[in-house]
């Protein structure tokens, strides 16, 4: 089970968890040879809870909470970062339900197979629990732990293929976006859904330090309804229908995911130079920061394509 920073306070020797039924404070035990201090990485104001996951092991009858955190200034001087060069290439990521990932480059990863399994496990699940019988509760408890090494080997798949397109096309940066309110921003999106997109991210942004990549997020607003086309940039709540993207300006049609990952790696390029240009590290003015697209790359900055998209 998934907690956010919501649902799970963490204290010095106890944690505040919600359940169906009100809050529990379970205390805990701490790993003596942690290589990620509980104190400087939970404890600390230098870096703020994102997530948990609360797992129960079968043999030992045990709970283990597996927590993640990130330095509230976003630089972790124990993970690797950006090595500060300005010239970047950036592969944008959008997330949803009907593709489970769409990149600038015009690759998609559909969710057919993901969404079929899902269901699957969901209907074995419900039929073992109308039996009620004690050999179906241990039947269920082996077929949750293959449903979970399923769904993690499905995201791990897709979290190296992603950087394997961020690595062909030369790409420095893969953007996602902020995941904060994604149950808001996809109301049909299923729990299972919600924790591939958070799992995606955590994948790839783990994987990335091997390939010299850096993983960031950017602010989704708008980014569905906005029009992509260089020189454009028309946002309206009709320019979107479904999967189907039409500009009601300049009448570019394009599929809709597609759209929006273009419109995610833009902003971060566009943010990203702005960052470089008043940075004093910068010291040499404008920083090109450029989106890997379907047809060639598109500059952040002037908005001004350098091959066509």
């Given at each position: 089970?998934?907690?956010?920073?919501?649902?799970?306070?963490?204290?010095?020797?106890?944690?505040?968890?919600?359940?169906?039924?009100?809050?529990?404070?379970?205390?805990?035990?701490?790993?003596?040879?942690?290589?990620?201090?509980?104190?400087?990485?939970?404890?600390?104001?230098?870096?703020?809870?994102?997530?948990?996951?609360?797992?129960?092991?079968?043999?030992?009858?045990?709970?283990?909470?597996?927590?993640?955190?990130?330095?509230?200034?976003?630089?972790?001087?124990?993970?690797?970062?950006?090595?500060?060069?300005?010239?970047?290439?950036?592969?944008?990521i959008d997330?949803?339900?009907?593709?489970?990932?769409?990149?600038?480059?015009?690759?998609?990863?559909?969710?057919?197979?993901?969404?079929?399994?899902?269901?699957?496990?969901?209907?074995?699940?419900?039929?073992?629990?109308?039996?009620?019988?004690?050999?179906?509760?241990?039947?269920?408890?082996?077929?949750?732990?293959?449903?979970?090494?399923?769904?993690?080997?499905?995201?791990?798949?897709?979290?190296?293929?992603?950087?394997?397109?961020?690595?062909?096309?030369?790409?420095?940066?893969?953007?996602?976006?902020?995941?904060?309110?994604?149950?808001?921003?996809?109301?049909?999106?299923?729990?299972?859904?919600?924790?591939?997109?958070?799992?995606?991210?955590?994948?790839?942004?783990?994987?990335?330090?091997?390939?010299?990549?850096?993983?960031?997020?950017?602010?989704?607003?708008?980014?569905?309804?906005?029009?992509?086309?260089?020189?454009?940039?028309?946002?309206?709540?009709?320019?979107?229908?479904g999967e189907h993207?039409?500009?009601?300006?300049?009448?570019?049609?394009?599929?809709?995911?597609?759209?929006?990952?273009?419109?995610?790696?833009?902003?971060?390029?566009?943010?990203?130079?702005?960052?470089?240009?008043?940075?004093?590290?910068?010291?040499?003015?404008?920083?090109?920061?450029?989106?890997?697209?379907?047809?060639?790359?598109?500059?952040?900055?002037?908005?001004?394509?350098?091959?066509?998209?």
């Amino acid at each position: 089970m998934d907690y956010d920073a919501r649902s799970a306070t963490f204290y010095r020797n106890k944690v505040s968890l919600a359940t169906v039924e009100g809050r529990v404070e379970p205390s805990f035990v701490l790993p003596g040879d942690s290589p990620t201090p509980y104190e400087q990485y939970v404890l600390s104001e230098d870096y703020e809870f994102r997530e948990s996951t609360l797992r129960y092991d079968e043999v030992t009858d045990e709970f283990y909470l597996n927590i993640s955190t990130r330095r509230t200034d976003g630089d972790d001087p124990e993970v690797p970062t950006d090595s500060g060069h300005p010239d970047q290439t950036v592969l944008g990521i959008d997330l949803g339900v009907n593709s489970l990932a769409v990149s600038s480059t015009g690759t998609f990863w559909q969710g057919d197979d993901y969404d079929h399994w899902c269901r699957e496990f969901e209907k074995r699940r419900g039929e073992m629990q109308e039996r009620g019988t004690q050999a179906a509760h241990t039947a269920l408890l082996r077929l949750g732990k293959r449903e979970q090494a399923w769904r993690k080997q499905y995201i791990h798949t897709v979290a190296n293929e992603i950087v394997a397109e961020a690595t062909e096309h030369d790409c420095n940066v893969v953007v996602f976006e902020d995941l904060t309110h994604i149950r808001e921003r996809l109301p049909h999106a299923k729990w299972h859904h919600v924790w591939a997109f958070r799992r995606l991210y955590e994948y790839v942004s783990y994987k990335r330090p091997e390939q010299g990549i850096t993983v960031e997020q950017v602010k989704p607003n708008h980014t569905s309804q906005r029009c992509s086309r260089s020189g454009c940039g028309f946002t309206h709540p009709d320019n979107r229908h479904g999967e189907h993207f039409e500009c009601q300006k300049c009448g570019y049609e394009v599929n809709a995911d597609y759209n929006g990952a273009k419109n995610i790696g833009v902003r971060y390029a566009r943010k990203r130079t702005h960052k470089l240009r008043s940075s004093p590290k910068s010291g040499s003015g404008d920083a090109p920061v450029d989106v890997r697209l379907n047809g060639g790359t598109l500059n952040g900055g002037s908005h001004q394509p350098i091959a066509g998209d």
